[in-house]
């Protein structure tokens, strides 16, 4: 069965272009706690902090906080783009993304190669991939630019590319941002329609976003960050509150 398991997970990104001797200074003169120097001297960006959690079966999370919280780190966490410094992270079953509309995607190929190349990744066979081509080439609605390099698509056609590649396949584990509602109306009334299939055949989805509606509509379960910490963790009406109105 499905699963998310996080105990203790620590994740740090070095600041390169920092000199620790310079900075240690200020900071001490200031009592930072996300920016710090590690054991090689790195001056580092604490981005998440000691978090403890448990996902199972059929929990809807949604991670909330106010920028630079982590929400978006702990996404890609989660999605095996980040390593953790510290702690432990298990992640059980299958992963969808929509994250990031560019990530994975190369700029100079088409979008029908992108796909493809898609395909490969996840290790389809050759019925599975023409399959998944025909699928997302006719969801995207992206007619002669499918066979134009991507980076000549404006946002809105990379969305709507990478938004019908992202959902080509039932993950059972589906991590999302909210880049997704940038498409236009007609788009975003066909996506919502897939993404309504989509999460509700996922068996866990974790959705990183500010908006209560959203939450309220899509969640059973917040978990709000603050500062790279867990401050809140239960259900929709235990850390929002009842419904307004
Ligand atoms: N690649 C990176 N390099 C250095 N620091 C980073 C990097 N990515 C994130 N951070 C830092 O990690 C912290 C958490 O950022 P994150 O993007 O996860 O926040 P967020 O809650 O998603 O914010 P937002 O609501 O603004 O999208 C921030 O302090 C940010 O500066």
Not at 89 to 99: F, S
Not at 115 to 127: C, D, N, P, V, Y
Request: aromatic letters at 6%; proline letters at 4%.
């Amino acid at each position: 069965m499905p699963s998310i398991e996080a105990r203790g997970l620590a994740i740090e990104f070095p600041l390169y272009h920092v000199s620790a001797r310079s900075l240690k200074k200020r900071l001490l003169a200031k009592a930072a706690v996300r920016v710090k120097t590690d054991e090689a001297n790195r001056v580092v960006v604490s981005a998440l902090r000691d978090l403890s959690f448990t996902i199972g079966h059929g929990e809807r999370v949604a991670l909330m906080g106010h920028n630079g919280a982590g929400k978006t780190t702990l996404l890609r966490t989660l999605a095996g783009i980040y390593e953790p410094v510290g702690g432990s992270l298990r992640v059980q079953g299958t992963i969808g993304t929509l994250i990031d509309p560019s990530a994975g995607m190369d700029q100079d190929s088409t979008g029908r190669e992108n796909i493809r190349l898609r395909g490969l990744f996840r290790g389809l066979s050759e019925a599975e991939m023409q399959h998944m081509e025909e699928e997302a080439a006719a969801f995207s609605g992206l007619g002669e630019f499918l066979d134009v390099p991507i980076r000549g698509y404006s946002a809105g056609m990379g969305v709507r590319l990478a938004f019908a590649v992202a959902t080509a396949m039932q993950p059972e584990i589906l991590l999302m941002d909210e880049w997704f509602s940038v498409g236009d109306a007609d788009f975003m009334e066909r996506a919502e329609e897939r993404l309504r299939g989509l999460v509700t055949n996922a068996e866990i989805m974790v959705i990183a976003t500010h908006s209560e509606d959203t939450v309220r509509r899509w969640c059973n379960r917040v978990i709000r960050l603050d500062a790279g910490r867990i401050v809140a963790d239960g259900t929709v009406e235990d850390v929002l509150g009842p419904p307004p109105g």
